[in-house]
């Protein structure tokens, strides 16, 4: 029997056990609430042998919920509706986990606690000195402080961290384009992050990928028209160098933005830090690399793990939900 890990946020569902299985699904939430029974159900069927379920989510953000209490209600009432009597524990940012109706007492614990689950994991592989993790995934970076194994943050809730720069909304793939660019831009959904890098070739085309700003494929050339749709033209009237050098202009502005927060972390008033190592993980582990290159010394570049290379990429992509069900196997013990 093993103890299924679920990690709801607003665009996709995953599920991961400490066994590394694990399996992630997209579900645009904010669009069909409605539907996160059904589809948690199928995701949870894949793993016939869970006996318990460990929750964490950030799924509650969304605009389709009222607020966060209501997101969060919503949620916990999905997975109780598939448990069928099993266990459920849902990871607060508290560092403990509770029973769902402790969770809906306090809510805002709950909420967007993934980050500190999947922080409070990587803080074993620094257990005794301090070391700063950088999650970078399809919609948001994290930029957590782990000390002597522990995360740190002077935030705890979304607008606390956005504040302190430790929640920064830029990710690989979601982020709107118009929301980084510095120049004059259609103030359109009309190209995301994820056309950027595909165009600069740092993420790999994936023709049966439809979930793009147009629901066109996520392809090479589809990438340059959404680009040019934000420059006010169309593959007609912009050649590819001109979208290309966009493209570059945008990349530029993404490493900016991360590394002035990753700059913010590493320069903390807290004087007692001494940073020894720095922990990467997520899909956008590429980008990263690059920003610590920008403004961490090279003792710290030379000293960084991988989460991704120590948990293969599959596991990786769930990473928060991995990091609930070992967090949950080990206090079964």
């Known amino acids: 029997m093993a103890i299924l890990g ?3 946020g607003g665009a996709n569902l995953k599920a991961a056990t400490a066994g590394k299985r694990a399996a992630s699904v997209p579900f645009a939430l904010w669009k069909h609430h409605e539907k996160l029974p059904e589809i948690l159900a199928e995701l949870v069927a894949r793993f016939p042998d869970a006996d318990e379920l460990a929750v964490t989510m950030t799924g509650e953000l969304c605009d389709c919920f009222a ?3 209501d997101g969060v209600n919503a949620i916990l009432d999905a997975v109780e509706s598939l448990s069928h009597g099993r266990l459920i524990r849902v990871w607060t940012t ?3 986990f ?6 809906r007492l306090d809510h805002l614990k709950v909420a967007a606690a993934n980050w500190h689950a999947l922080a409070t994991f990587a803080g074993r592989f620094s257990p005794s000195g301090d070391a700063l993790l950088i999650d970078i995934g399809s919609t948001t970076t994290d930029i957590i402080p782990l000390l002597a ?3 740190h943050t002077l935030g705890r809730t979304d607008r606390d961290r956005l504040r302190h720069s430790e929640l920064v909304y830029i990710g690989v793939r979601r982020t709107p384009v118009y929301a980084m660019a510095v120049e004059p831009v259609c103030a359109e959904l009309f190209a995301t992050t994820q056309d950027v890098f595909v165009v600069l070739g740092l993420l790999p085309e994936n023709p049966a990928d439809n979930d793009t700003a147009d629901g066109r494929a996520l392809t090479v050339e589809y990438s340059l028209a959404r680009l040019a749709r934000m420059l006010g033209g169309d593959r007609d009237t912009l050649q590819n160098l001109t979208l290309i050098e966009f493209a570059i202009r945008l990349h530029a502005r993404i490493l900016e933005v991360i590394a002035s927060a990753v700059g913010n972390a590493w320069h903390s008033p807290r004087g007692d830090i001494e940073w020894e190592r720095v922990i990467l993980s997520g899909a956008g582990e590429f980008v990263a690399r690059r920003v610590i290159e920008k403004v961490l010394p090279e003792r710290l ?3 960084v793990f991988s989460l991704n290379d120590e948990l293969g990429p ?3 992509a769930c990473a928060p939900a991995y990091a609930v069900a070992v967090l949950a196997t080990e206090q079964r013990g």
Not at 98 to 103: G, I, L, N
Request: charged residues 35%; without cysteine.
């Open 98 to 103: 509770v029973t769902p109706d402790r969770a």
């Open 67 to 69: 607020t966060k209490r």
């Open 314 to 316: 599959d596991v990786s």
């Open 94 to 96: 508290d560092g403990v």
């Open 301 to 303: 570049r030379a000293n």
């Open 149 to 151: 194994g522990y995360p």
């Open 6 to 8: 679920l990690d709801i």
